[in-house]
């Protein structure tokens, strides 16, 4: 594939700016950035950075929960088996086990660690979700299973971890050096671009859910991890798999807030604006059925009925239960006089989970001699096609350990050598005419949510991708000053890639879903579509 843009985003000379030193770097402060410094030997030196603050992740808005094999009558061989068939013929089988096997182990971390989940007569509270066969999704709050993980997992952090911690300073880019990762180039307010020089780098930056208009994810998740790792020439994969989540509330001046699959689990049912139920007809499973499953049957009830939204009904359940378990969407509906016990609460899918990313091994390691990578910016091999839900925070947990522990032996191995690389990368010419950032980053997410959201087609994939590029050749080409800059050419970068891949891949999968291509081809489709940037 043709190269996007330079191999830096800025310029940059050694003599100019300061330089730190760590043996460490951890990029991301969600589940797999914490899980992973919680990994490392406490003798190395370890610094922390976040894009925003802690608390600001994917990791820490997850409603649902997280899944694991802990009921009696619940197994692993189940919990795989869902996994696999949610991810339509892709997933890794020996990922996938290796996941599931360890996910009891990092409840009970995380019941040490001090996180408080849902409990009922003393025992876990296990909820059930669309694709799971068994009641195996521990919870915490209700609703708000994410925000107690991140509380609890912060807080341990701050109290056993001797690290650094700079909180909002962007990334701009990984620095490379000899075909090894050698740390990151990054930027805060406080003190412009600093050189962070470290024996191993760990990436868990989450996903890139805001460069579609319609979507769960908060204003930090713009790509920039793949974006970074892509520049670097870490292999990326799976680019054209981005789940949509069935059920976001549809409130016009109301932002996107997830209503968690959890409500289906319970029992909720999905209505037209007839008031009639509809899943039934396009799948047995009905409510419960996998995410690319409900995704797909409620964009053709809104075609078919020529409505914006279906809606959520819970009105046939015990309205003090329903209030109970989920009070934070509770409280959300009714700032827009929606009584979720007894009122239809207008849903439609939105851009939630980025299943393809960086490419990693069992490990965590990437194809990056000293990058490791884990969570929703990696490619594992445990979603396949399609993320089962209740499985990314699992996916955080164990593959942050795993990267964490590979990342300790690696630097512990590595001897001390606290000097500064030569890198440099020149100014180019300054462009006299300006840009107006928000109307392209608008019109960007507003073309991915037509052309590369829930259905798609050759046609309008090619003029996509032929308009994103031309986009990339004015702005890749400049110079930006300061983070919303670089944010959008990182949102360009990621969808150029992400409709090209969407484009290559003639078939439908899992959360991909094209509709000249409609079926599934195991027989020429049945593998991975990777890219790695051309020197």
């Known amino acids: 594939m043709q190269s996007l843009g330079p191999r830096y985003l800025v310029p940059f000379h050694p003599k100019q700016i300061p330089h730190h030193f760590a043996d460490v770097l951890i990029i991301g402060g969600g589940i797999a950035g914490l899980r992973a410094a919680m990994e490392l030997d406490p003798r190395l030196s370890l610094l922390v950075i976040t894009k925003d603050q802690m608390d600001q992740s994917n990791s ?98 701050r109290s056993k971890l001797d690290a650094d911690i700079w909180p909002n300073t962007f990334t701009i880019d990984l620095l490379t050096h000899e075909g090894r990762c050698r740390g990151a180039l990054v930027w805060n307010a406080h003190h412009g671009r600093t050189f962070v020089w470290a024996k191993q780098t760990i990436l868990c930056t989450g996903g890139t859910g805001r460069i579609f208009r319609e979507t769960t994810n908060p204003e930090v998740a713009t790509g920039d991890g793949l974006a970074i790792a892509y520049r670097a020439g870490a292999e990326l994969r799976d680019m054209e798999f981005m789940q949509f989540h069935p059920t976001v509330l549809y409130i016009a001046g109301g932002s996107r807030s997830l209503i968690t699959e959890a409500m289906r689990g319970e029992g909720a049912h999905l209505i037209d604006s007839t008031g009639r139920r509809f899943m039934p007809d396009y799948d047995e499973r ?13 964009v053709e009830q809104m075609e078919k009925t020529r409505q914006p939204s279906v809606f959520l009904s819970l009105s046939h359940l015990n309205a003090d239960y329903v209030r109970k378990r989920f009070p934070g969407i509770a409280r959300t509906c009714t700032e827009f006089g929606i009584d979720i016990a007894s009122d239809p609460i207008p849903v439609r899918p939105g851009a939630h989970y980025m299943i393809g990313g960086v490419t990693v091994d069992h490990d965590g390691r990437t194809t990056l001699p000293g990058l490791w990578a884990a969570g929703e910016v990696t490619s594992s091999g445990l979603h396949g096609a399609n993320r089962l839900a209740s499985n990314s925070l699992l996916e955080g947990l164990v593959f942050g350990a795993h990267a964490g522990a590979g990342a300790s032996v690696a630097a512990m191995a590595e001897a001390d050598s606290y000097r500064a690389i030569p890198l440099e990368n020149p100014s180019m010419e300054p462009h006299a005419e300006p840009l107006d950032l928000v109307d392209i980053r608008n019109s960007l997410r507003s073309l991915m949510w037509r052309s590369g959201g829930v259905k798609s ?8 991708s032929e308009t994103i590029r031309r986009w990339c050749r004015y702005v890749l080409s400049r110079q930006l000053s300061d983070p919303a800059g670089w944010e959008l050419q990182n949102m360009l970068t990621v969808a150029s890639l992400m409709v090209d891949s969407d484009l290559a891949r003639e078939e439908s999968r899992g959360v991909h879903l094209r509709s000249d291509f409609p079926e599934r081809d195991d027989t020429h489709w049945r593998r991975h579509l990777s890219v790695v940037r051309s020197e």
């Open 286 to 298: 009905a409510e419960l059925a996998p995410r690319d499953v409900v995704s797909r049957a409620i």
């Open 60 to 157: 820490a808005f997850a409603q649902g929960g997280i899944a694991s094999v802990l009921d009696p009558e619940d197994n692993f061989a189940s919990h795989v088996e869902d996994t696999l068939i949610a991810g339509a013929n892709l997933c890794d089988r020996e990922v996938v086990d290796m996941v599931v096997r360890e996910a009891p182990d990092h409840i009970r971390q995380l019941i040490e660690w001090g996180t408080n989940f849902d409990t009922e007569k003393g025992e876990l509270q296990l909820g059930r979700e669309g694709g799971h066969s068994h009641r195996r999704i521990v919870h915490a709050l209700g609703d708000a299973t994410g925000h107690e993980i991140m509380r609890a997992m912060i807080e341990q952090a």
């Open 457 to 464: 087609n050759g046609p309008q994939l090619a003029d996509a």
